[in-house]
């Protein structure tokens, strides 16, 4: 059986994409960027884009679902963003998103977001948005999964809030981890030898042989350069981030070398280059066949640092279905 979805904050569809796989069908989807909307609507051609904000979305502009699934903007809550959480604009928009899923009233709901949720400083503000949650009408199940655990070349820990309507009397279990490992050579090496540098500016390079497989270059920060940011072949990936500057090393780089304090360096005479768009994408669990589009490569790694691992999506999809289809 078929269930369909709504899609909020979108982005360019990782979430989407896995829960097609499990055979959802996403009609319809929310994403404000107009930087992503070109590769949404070319690679999710039968699903319906509204291009404005999730505050100016009615519930009668959604059609009528099964499930409603997104995620929130997670940099008010992240190591690396604001730390300002639901004070921040960005973290209220956690509440608009409860606020469709109250007017509408599907069977189920997936929010996700970085596992900074669940930090001492932000304590309050997710208890108060698992209240939400219940008074909207939802048994919610929440917990921190780390993507590597289930076959993922990737660390990549999130907290993922599943809900499902209370008069539906649905029993839920996550995924157990299957602990089987992959790494980045399972993933990325048939690339090694093709990546071509961005041009001047970072604008995209047309002369590639896969699409979207250029790197950024230019210098390192003092912040990227305070850990070793290498892994090997046979490890898996770091998270894949949301910005070309802090996109990990290519793994045909020897580990940085620790000199200080918080301080790391490349090896002597070694050659290094960021992870291309399409590495990225590869490891994010995009087929080569998902074309991004882009002028500048860094909105080709915040759409792929911004997504829901594919493959993971599927797996958190399939265990949706497997509730819904078990009574």
Not at 20 to 34: G, I, L, P, R, T
Not at 78 to 95: C, E, M, V
Not at 158 to 173: A, M, P, V
Not at 185 to 212: F, G, H, Q, Y
Request: hydrophobic share 35%; glycine share 6%; net charge neutral.
């Amino acid at each position: 059986m078929s269930y369909k979805v709504a899609s909020f904050f979108s982005g360019a569809g990782g979430l989407d994409l896995g829960f097609q796989k499990s055979d959802f069908d996403v009609v319809y989807a929310n994403e404000k960027d107009s930087k992503i909307w070109d590769t949404y609507e070319l690679n999710h051609p039968q699903t319906k884009l509204d291009k404005r904000s999730i505050i100016d979305v009615k519930a009668d502009d959604i059609p009528d679902v099964d499930g409603i699934i997104g995620g929130p903007p997670c940099q008010s809550w992240s190591a690396g963003g604001s730390k300002r959480g639901i004070d921040d604009p960005r973290g209220k928009l956690f509440f608009e998103f409860i606020r469709v899923l109250e007017s509408k009233k599907p069977k189920f709901f997936l929010a996700e977001n970085v596992n900074g949720m669940e930090s001492e400083r932000h304590r309050d503000s997710l208890a108060n948005i698992l209240e939400l949650f219940e008074n909207a009408g939802y048994n919610v199940f929440n917990k921190t999964l780390n993507a590597a655990d289930y076959g993922i070349a990737q660390d990549r820990k999130r907290i993922i809030f599943i809900g499902f309507r209370k008069d539906l009397n649905f029993s839920y279990e996550f995924p157990e981890p299957t602990y089987e490992r992959k790494y980045l050579k399972d993933i990325i090496s048939d690339l090694a030898d093709t990546a071509k540098p961005s041009l001047d500016k970072s604008k995209t390079n047309p002369d590639v042989s896969v699409p979207n497989h250029e790197y950024m270059t230019g210098g390192f920060s003092s912040r990227y350069m305070s850990r070793n940011r290498v892994r090997t072949w046979d490890e898996p990936s770091f998270t894949i981030q949301a910005s070309g500057r802090q996109a990990p090393i290519h793994p045909s780089s020897p580990k940085m070398v620790k000199i200080g304090t918080d301080k790391f360096d490349f090896v002597k005479d070694s050659q290094h280059r960021r992870l291309t768009v399409r590495e990225s994408a590869r490891i994010q669990g995009f087929p080569d066949s998902f074309i991004f589009k882009y002028q500048n490569v860094n909105d080709g790694y915040k759409m792929i640092g911004n997504a829901v691992n594919v493959d993971f999506a599927k797996i958190l999809a399939d265990s949706i279905r497997k509730s819904l289809t078990s009574t």
